[in-house]
């Protein structure tokens, strides 16, 4: 399946090359012949017509399809939180995970049904959300993404001490427990350095695959009926099975 190009990819480029070449909106205005609040109204919202991209890709030199073969090949970076940011999701879960239904495609009136049916305050938590710059929070509960998924914690941050032992441990208890229809492979065998970096290399980018395929479905999808995946990909060279099942302890020393 030939990978399609989303409207962030789009966007993410473009605001490169922007910043590479020196312009700012007001130069991308003058070439589109539009407005300056036009153009950053196209910008933040991914609006682009056909035309308008031949004539952006033209402006930077580009073929068109070259263009587009160049946003495809975007990875978006995962947003990481500010230390601000990790202070108020540690001291408030509710906000960390309404901002993760928001970037996921929940609409409000959908979290309305949701939290309220939780007892969870939705406006506070907007409010919140919205202090922190995590959202741009309107009259009648308009709002507007800031930052876009996928997020990352701070390595050893307060997000990642507050909940990495947590998550860790509940994905350890759910595989005591898996059922039919969790998929839980275990396997052991031997290879060398060169064939398991090889192989840890095609995981990463399978899984980058279905995050970037999972990204472009929220987009035209109607994500009300989306399940949560959660994916724990660990391989490791310590700790065989022979260490486990037959403890060194086990044989008296020669």
Request: with cysteine; hydrophobic share 40%; aromatic share 10%.
């Amino acid at each position: 399946m030939e990978k399609s190009v989303t409207t962030k990819q789009i966007v993410f480029l473009l605001k490169k090359l922007l910043k590479k070449h020196g312009y700012n909106y007001s130069d991308l205005a003058e070439i589109l012949a539009i407005s300056e609040a036009s153009a950053k109204r196209i910008m933040s919202q991914g609006d682009f017509s056909l035309k308008r991209l031949e004539k952006i890709s033209e402006w930077f030199g580009l073929d068109f399809f070259d263009f587009l073969d160049k946003a495809k090949s975007v990875h978006l970076e995962p947003y990481e939180f500010s230390s601000e940011q990790e202070e108020a999701l540690v001291r408030d879960p509710n906000l960390l995970y309404t901002m993760i239904l928001l970037s996921v495609g929940y609409t409000v009136s959908d979290l309305s049904a949701k939290l309220n049916k939780e007892q969870k305050p939705l406006d506070r938590i907007l409010q919140q959300l919205d202090k922190i710059g995590l959202i741009e929070l309107h009259a009648n509960r308009k709002i507007k993404l800031m930052v876009r998924a996928p997020f990352r914690m701070k390595k050893r941050g307060q997000l990642h001490q507050a909940y990495y032992d947590k998550f860790v441990n509940k994905a350890c208890e759910h595989l005591r427990q898996y059922n039919s229809e969790d998929q839980l492979i275990v396997s052991e065998f031997y290879m060398s350095d060169n064939l398991l970096q090889k192989m840890r290399k095609e995981v990463s980018e399978v899984h980058s695959k279905y995050m970037d395929l999972a990204r472009m479905e929220q987009e035209v999808v109607d994500v009300s009926n989306f399940k949560p995946v959660t994916e724990i990909i660990f391989n490791t060279n310590q700790d065989s099975w022979k260490d486990v099942l037959i403890p060194s302890k086990t044989f008296p020393d020669s």
